[in-house]
């Protein structure tokens, strides 16, 4: 199973999310008696014009950061209309320019009425007569901002030899093609695209398509591209500016490059070496070779998102693209190579690691306020909010239960069937299925609609009666409450040991298992092992009975369990612990017996539950904070000597990473040593950025080690990090800092750091990762938040980054009070685009405050864990 995640989520995000979301309305013919007024406010395009090829010209003035172009669109009139109307928005159209141009007749009409509609970002042209069937030309020119936004056509900046300059990018992904040039900005309106751009002759201009031709006049050139194939036109992408590259052929003759700003073009290799293997890998998966001539892939300084599959030209973030031997950590060389990560990198355990996709699917699909993978879009400003864990990680996860489902040969055979069959055209959900469903003799239609039309998922409770394994699902929810959903669920489970396997389809409510079927040593029915959603290729919970979870946590101490399913067992104990379901006494034991993990996924894993149950018990039970604390760095300790802090000759990527991940938590839960030690290696990098004794891998630990001490009385290691970040160009150095100078316990550095996240100093991509302020910052980011949310809203309220703002900072509260307080701050404040995460992020502060609540009655925690902490239990 070597394809990758990303291949996943693209499959998700593209074919089950946005497909259904573009093919709910059928066409209709329109009452040609009714006025422009018809299409206002309309979910979509009305469908009587159909694009077939568009010829854009587009020139960029990239210190003025406007550009002015014209498209030519050839248009079929497919019904009886007086009307053609488009997607355009924040762009000045030229309306003496438009015209319509009839193929059978060469008849030029002009429209009577143009109207651009904001609100709606359309384009309305009424014409005095009904336009004749068949094919036509409609021209128009228009002007427009190179924004500051990151999304449609924008401006980037970086620096060149001490001076600022700006380049030009396009990120039209979900819907913002329309921001560049008037179109059918709908996946399902494919089209070719001839582009030409007029640009400074000493600049690089890239498209989709190869250059056929570059005419320089003085200091501008002019650059035609090939025609690209059909296309939808959020896949459409232009970017100028000054690069370097490095390029390398594969075996079949496709020329790859990765561009990359001027000086930087070592940090390139190892993305290019990556993305040649994968394009040969991916010709033999998917049973078609690579269909265009060229893949360049150009690293981006301001980028919202972390890829965008434009064809032909690919755009990412610096740290998502570039590689320094000498300063990025194994987390940034394992984000650059995630695309087909397991076949070239197996040692990595890509598959292990997709855990913490799929559980961060899993937490927001736990709560009340969560939405099906298929969702109905009434509006484009609401596709944003549903870019989340739920099309993506869920989707990915419900793809990964699937295919083992089906198995991985089955799987790919009738995948590379359905890409054949619907190659350049488009495709519904249910296409998919039926392609899977052939290929397989199995109900995938029927299986796969309970998991992509409803909300939520199960929690499947089993126990022992009678020498028999009784199962019983229901909808789990964070809150504690009790859903009504009901899922056909792929059921794995093992007894005893791996070769004593089952499964089979739950689809009913309950169903029952005779152990002695399938236990051939009737001996250990009452004392082996059971183990459900084996592997956890299952989106699913499991709450076992006291009796099998002790069996589960004694297979754990004893090493019998893979560690996929040792972290599937505390992952489902933390949520239920969260809902209520179990005790905060009973996941500790439970924690306890991790104390000689080793895996990294795992004890990722172990380490995130572990903040959140600090600061849970921060809120319920500050007396006892400190025993939580040395009890999580008992759990840690023995990883700091087995580890150490410089890296090892031959030890392992996870091992390398996972260095830094112990030291961070030791240094966030207070552990002396580990703080003197990050600091003293902190100093020697201050004196020298090359020293060995602070490898990149541990420099997360030592800064937020530096900033844990630091308080409005000594302020050297604040300072001390701004200086670090003021003076590297390397983007990932910079997010390092940046997502460490909130840990301080002071809020008065606290207030100050959250204030440098809105200077002009950091890029705007990059503010959010200053969010996940300390424990004791919490209320300093809240009122920080009020005060600057109109700037906020400004900044970057037009697209997904804004939902990062509300969601860090009011998901960590716990208590009632809080809640309400947030409702009424928003109440006249709440804009479409971050409603649904405002719902959800009020629900999670509402499931901690529960959770403080139950903590705070529940009995003997205190004897216990301090039992804990002194190794007694």
Not at 570 to 586: K, P
Request: aromatic share 10%.
């Amino acid at each position: 199973m070597w394809y990758c995640v990303e291949f996943v989520t693209v499959i998700t995000g593209l074919v089950i999310a946005l497909a259904s979301y573009f093919y709910m309305q059928s066409r209709r013919r329109p009452n040609l008696q009714q006025s422009m007024e018809q299409f206002k406010g309309q979910p979509r395009l009305p469908k009587f014009a159909v694009p077939k090829r568009y010829d854009i010209r587009l020139k960029p003035d990239l210190s003025a950061c406007k550009f002015s172009g014209s498209v030519a669109i050839e248009l079929n009139i497919v019904a009886d209309t007086r009307f053609i109307v488009l997607n355009a928005a924040e762009l000045s159209v030229d309306t003496t320019s438009v015209s319509f141009t009839h193929s059978s007749n060469s008849k030029v009409l002009r429209p009577s009425k143009v109207d651009v509609v904001e609100e709606d970002e359309i384009l309305v042209l009424e014409f005095a007569d009904t336009l004749p069937i068949g094919m036509g030309l409609l021209t128009i020119r228009f002007q427009g901002n190179l924004n500051d936004k990151m999304k449609g056509f924008y401006a980037s900046t970086y620096n060149h030899n001490g001076e600022k300059k700006n380049m030009a990018v396009t990120q039209f992904e979900p819907a913002d093609a329309r921001r560049c040039f008037p179109c059918w900005d709908e996946p399902a309106c494919k089209a070719m695209f001839k582009i030409t751009l007029d640009v400074p002759s000493k600049l690089v201009a890239l498209s989709n398509m190869p250059i056929i031709e570059e005419k320089v006049d003085g200091d501008l050139k002019t650059v035609s591209y090939q025609e690209s194939p059909l296309m939808s036109t959020y896949l459409v992408a232009i970017v100028v500016g000054l690069f370097d590259y490095v390029e390398h052929l594969t075996s079949y003759g496709v020329k790859v490059r990765v561009y990359c700003q001027v000086g930087k073009v070592n940090q390139a290799k190892f993305a290019l070496g990556v993305a040649v293997r994968t394009l040969e890998l991916y010709k033999d998966y998917f049973e078609v070779p690579y269909s265009l001539p060229k893949l360049d892939m150009v690293a981006i300084p301001d980028f919202a998102f972390g890829a965008m599959e434009n064809y032909g030209l690919v755009t990412f973030r610096e740290t998502a693209l570039l590689y320094d031997d000498q300063h990025s950590a194994a987390t940034n060389k394992q984000r650059v190579s995630y695309l087909a990560a397991d076949n070239l990198f197996p040692e990595w355990k890509v598959w292990t690691q997709f855990l913490d996709d799929y559980t961060e699917g899993l937490r927001l699909d736990g709560l009340a306020e969560s939405h099906p993978i298929e969702v109905e879009i009434n509006h484009t400003r609401e596709i944003d909010e549903i870019f989340d864990a739920i099309s993506y990680k869920k989707g990915a996860s419900v793809i990964r239960m699937l295919q083992s489902y089906l198995g991985a040969e089955c799987f790919q055979r009738s995948l590379a069937s359905y890409i054949k069959k619907f190659a350049c055209s488009n495709a519904k959900t249910e296409d998919l299925w039926a392609a899977l469903e052939e290929g397989s003799d199995e109900p995938v239609n029927k299986l796969m609609n309970s998991w992509t039309r409803q909300k939520g998922y199960p929690v499947i409770t089993v126990e022992v009666k009678d020498q028999k394994l009784v199962f019983e699902q229901s909808q789990f929810l964070a809150s504690g409450s009790h859903g009504d959903g009901q899922w056909i669920v792929p059921i794995t489970l093992c007894c005893g040991s791996y070769d004593v396997c089952m499964n089979f389809l739950l689809e009913s409510k309950t169903g029952t298992l005779d152990m002695k079927e399938f236990l051939s040593d009737k001996s250990n029915l009452a004392s082996a092992w059971v183990k459900l959603n084996v592997n956890q290729t299952g989106f699913y919970r499991v709450k076992y009975d006291e009796d099998l979870a002790a069996r589960l946590q004694h297979a754990i101490e004893n090493k019998h369990l893979s560690a996929t399913d040792r972290y599937g067992i505390l992952d489902d104990s933390f949520a239920l612990c969260m809902a209520r379901q179990q005790s905060l006494n009973s996941l500790l034991t439970l924690m306890g017996a991790y104390r000689e993990e080793l895996e990294y996924t795992v004890l990722f894993n172990l380490i995130n539950i572990s903040y959140k149950v600090e600061r849970i018990a921060a809120d319920a039970t500050p007396e006892l904070l400190e025993y939580f604390k040395q009890f999580f760095i008992s759990l840690f300790l023995h990883l700091e000597d087995k580890l150490g802090w410089e890296p090892k000759t031959g030890e392992s990527h996870l091992d390398a990473m996972l260095r830094g991940e112990v030291l961070t938590a030791l240094a966030v839960f207070g552990h002396d040593l580990t703080l003197k030690e990050a600091i003293r290696r902190f100093h020697a990098f201050l004196d020298d950025r090359n020293t060995p004794v602070l490898h990149p891998d541990i420099r997360k630990a030592a800064y937020v080690a530096v900033m844990r001490e630091v308080s409005t009385s000594n302020r050297f290691g604040y300072e001390s990090l701004l200086r670090v970040y003021r003076e590297t160009d390397l983007s990932q150095e910079k997010t390092r800092v940046l997502s460490s100078l909130t840990s301080s316990p002071d809020p008065n550095i606290i207030l100050e750091a959250l204030n440098f996240l809105l200077s002009s100093e950091v890029r705007p991509q990059d503010a959010v990762l200053g969010l996940s302020v300390s424990r004791e910052g919490r209320e300093t980011a809240w009122t920080w938040l009020k005060d600057n949310w109109e700037h906020i809203s400004k900044i970057w309220g037009s697209g997904y980054l804004i939902t990062r703002f509300v969601n860090s900072i009011v998901s960590p509260f716990a208590s009632f009070e809080k809640a309400e307080e947030i409702e009424e701050f928003f109440a006249s404040r709440t804009k479409s685009k971050i409603s649904r995460t405002l719902k959800q992020s009020i629900e999670r502060v509402h499931i901690n405050a529960n959770w403080v609540q139950s903590v705070q009655n529940e009995e003997h925690l205190a004897k216990a864990l301090k039992g804990l902490v002194l190794g007694k239990v």
